[in-house]
């Protein structure tokens, strides 16, 4: 059966299985539907469990008819029903009692729930039926994607491309000999930081240069790099001779397709361009601009700081109530939170507290920012620091100065190279 056609009943099944697992990791991770609703390569760090949950959440999202509708419409209770009976996982007595329906009415409307829901996944299917991997293929990809996702998610944090480099031309300068290839470094004079795990990183690079290497004989390897428009471009340049550079094809194969999987999880892309007398390698990664997550109901307060901070290096993420605030936080991991305190439903207090109990969040600097006069009462919950509103831009860009990360930290201008081929002068290419 194509994409676009009505979903099989099976296939509704499924979805209602799932549902009803919403918080099982385990029972998500292998559930049938991550080979039919997930791509083939998930970014490291996101586990197949936390994926699927969110493709169900967000097709549930697509139900809801907003708040003009009217709370009896039926479109109305098709959304409530799904987020009441799997989201909040209330007992379908409670949901029941909660939008006045009778047992008959209940079980018509949540079966239009799950058959609209099921419809939506169905139409949004990252593969055909039919088209899964065999068992063999997807056991084998789930070892390899598991060992790269540990890592990547065992040490994420902010990475010196700089020392990366270094320590990847320590690393590959016996190999580098062997070959009579000269190593070379252009780099920045001040740190050029990445958010991600330094292990997946470095095994990106040594991944790129190993490629370079495998067939290389003589010459030099010169490794620069620039950081232009949010991106930072790292360039491994081969000049030398070119009549073993082409790797066997499966040992080409297997460093492409680890390559791709290591850049998906950085944000990243890359290029390998024969070139005459040469190979060149680029690859390209998001540099860390930090983030500053705004919990503001007031849209005009998010355009004014996302203003006043336009030049100042970060990225501006927002949310207008605490339930969404919360969930970008653990999410996004903002280097500062900007807080309101007077937020319909769930307000500031609750969303302080939320933050600070959870662990993935406890430690992210909390700015409240208020009309109200109650900075005792911010400090003794755990902000960071208080801020009264109408806010000014000095009074945020010193509360930033006092609370945003570290700058990279300066290093050597270049650190020499490696390799037996140290009569090689170094490439005129200057360096970021």
Same mark, same amino acid.
């Not at 063999?136 to 010196?160: I, N």
């Not at 060149?280 to 004014?304: E, F, K």
């Given at each position: 059966?194509?994409?676009?056609?009505?979903? &099989?009943?099976?296939?509704?099944?499924?979805?209602?299985?799932?549902?009803?697992?919403?918080?099982?990791?385990?029972?998500? +991770?292998?559930?049938?539907?991550?080979?039919?609703?997930?791509?083939?390569?998930?970014?490291?760090?996101?586990?197949?469990?936390?994926?699927?949950?969110?493709?169900?959440?967000?097709?549930?999202?697509?139900?809801?008819?907003?708040?003009?509708?009217?709370?009896?419409?039926?479109?109305? +209770? $098709?959304?409530?029903?799904?987020?009441?009976?799997?989201?909040?996982?209330?007992?379908?007595?409670?949901?029941?009692?909660?939008?006045?329906?009778?047992?008959?009415?209940?079980?018509?409307?949540?079966?239009?729930?799950?058959?609209?829901?099921?419809?939506?996944?169905?139409?949004?299917?990252?593969?055909?039926?039919?088209?899964?991997?065999?068992?063999?293929?997807?056991?084998?990809?789930?070892?390899?994607?598991?060992?790269?996702?540990?890592?990547?998610?065992?040490?994420?944090?902010?990475?010196?491309?700089?020392?990366?480099? !270094?320590? $990847?031309?320590?690393?590959?300068?016996?190999?580098?000999?062997?070959?009579? @290839?000269?190593?070379?470094?252009? %780099?920045?004079? &001040?740190?050029? %930081?990445?958010?991600?795990?330094?292990?997946?990183?470095?095994?990106?690079? #040594?991944?790129?240069?190993?490629?370079?290497?495998?067939?290389?004989?003589?010459?030099?390897?010169?490794?620069?790099?620039?950081?232009?428009?949010?991106?930072?471009?790292?360039?491994?340049?081969?000049?030398?001779?070119?009549?073993?550079? &082409?790797? +066997?094809?499966?040992?080409?194969?297997?460093?492409?397709? #680890?390559?791709?999987?290591?850049?998906?999880?950085?944000?990243?892309?890359?290029?390998?361009?024969?070139? =005459?007398?040469?190979?060149?390698?680029?690859?390209?990664? /998001?540099?860390?601009?930090?983030?500053?997550?705004?919990?503001?109901?007031?849209?005009?307060?998010? !355009?004014?700081?996302?203003?006043?901070?336009?030049? =100042?290096?970060?990225?501006?993420?927002?949310?207008?109530?605490?339930?969404?605030?919360?969930?970008?936080?653990?999410?996004?991991?903002?280097?500062?939170?900007?807080?309101?305190?007077?937020?319909?439903?769930?307000?500031?207090?609750?969303?302080?507290?939320?933050?600070? !109990? !959870?662990?993935?969040?406890?430690?992210? /600097?909390?700015?409240?920012?208020? $009309?109200?006069?109650?900075?005792?009462?911010? %400090?003794? *919950?755990?902000?960071?620091?208080? *801020?009264?509103?109408?806010?000014?831009?000095?009074?945020?860009?010193?509360?930033?100065? +006092?609370?945003?990360?570290?700058?990279?930290?300066? @290093?050597?201008?270049?650190?020499?190279?490696?390799? /037996?081929?140290?009569?090689?002068? /170094?490439?005129?290419?200057?360096?970021?």
């Amino acid at each position: 059966m194509t994409i676009g056609s009505a979903p &099989t009943p099976d296939f509704e099944a499924l979805v209602k299985d799932a549902l009803e697992r919403l918080y099982d990791p385990v029972s998500l +991770r292998a559930h049938p539907l991550t080979r039919v609703l997930l791509p083939a390569d998930l970014p490291l760090g996101v586990g197949k469990a936390q994926a699927l949950r969110q493709v169900l959440l967000d097709a549930m999202e697509q139900l809801n008819p907003g708040a003009s509708v009217s709370a009896e419409s039926r479109h109305r +209770r $098709v959304y409530q029903i799904l987020e009441m009976r799997y989201v909040e996982a209330l007992p379908f007595r409670d949901v029941m009692a909660e939008l006045a329906l009778s047992q008959p009415q209940y079980h018509r409307d949540q079966r239009r729930a799950l058959e609209a829901l099921a419809m939506l996944l169905w139409e949004r299917r990252a593969r055909p039926a039919g088209d899964e991997p065999t068992e063999e293929a997807t056991a084998a990809d789930d070892r390899r994607y598991s060992d790269l996702e540990a890592a990547a998610s065992a040490g994420s944090g902010l990475v010196d491309l700089n020392d990366v480099v !270094h320590g $990847v031309v320590d690393i590959l300068s016996g190999l580098a000999a062997g070959r009579q @290839v000269a190593l070379h470094e252009e %780099l920045a004079p &001040t740190g050029v %930081l990445i958010r991600g795990s330094r292990t997946i990183l470095r095994q990106l690079v #040594i991944n790129a240069a190993s490629y370079v290497l495998q067939g290389a004989q003589g010459g030099q390897l010169v490794f620069t790099c620039q950081e232009r428009d949010g991106r930072v471009e790292l360039h491994l340049a081969y000049q030398g001779s070119v009549s073993g550079v &082409t790797p +066997r094809a499966s040992d080409e194969q297997e460093r492409l397709a #680890i390559g791709r999987q290591i850049l998906q999880s950085l944000g990243g892309s890359w290029r390998v361009e024969p070139k =005459q007398g040469g190979l060149a390698i680029s690859v390209s990664l /998001p540099s860390y601009r930090p983030s500053l997550l705004v919990i503001d109901d007031n849209p005009d307060m998010v !355009h004014l700081i996302t203003r006043f901070i336009a030049d =100042q290096g970060y990225t501006v993420v927002s949310a207008a109530t605490v339930r969404e605030g919360i969930a970008l936080a653990q999410t996004v991991r903002p280097a500062l939170v900007l807080l309101d305190i007077m937020i319909p439903e769930q307000d500031g207090w609750d969303a302080l507290q939320g933050l600070k !109990h !959870h662990p993935s969040t406890q430690d992210i /600097p909390v700015l409240v920012c208020t $009309v109200l006069a109650e900075s005792e009462l911010a %400090l003794s *919950l755990g902000a960071a620091d208080f *801020l009264r509103k109408p806010l000014t831009r000095p009074a945020l860009l010193q509360a930033l100065a +006092r609370w945003a990360p570290r700058p990279p930290r300066p @290093v050597a201008a270049s650190r020499g190279s490696a390799g /037996p081929s140290e009569s090689v002068p /170094p490439p005129e290419t200057p360096g970021c």
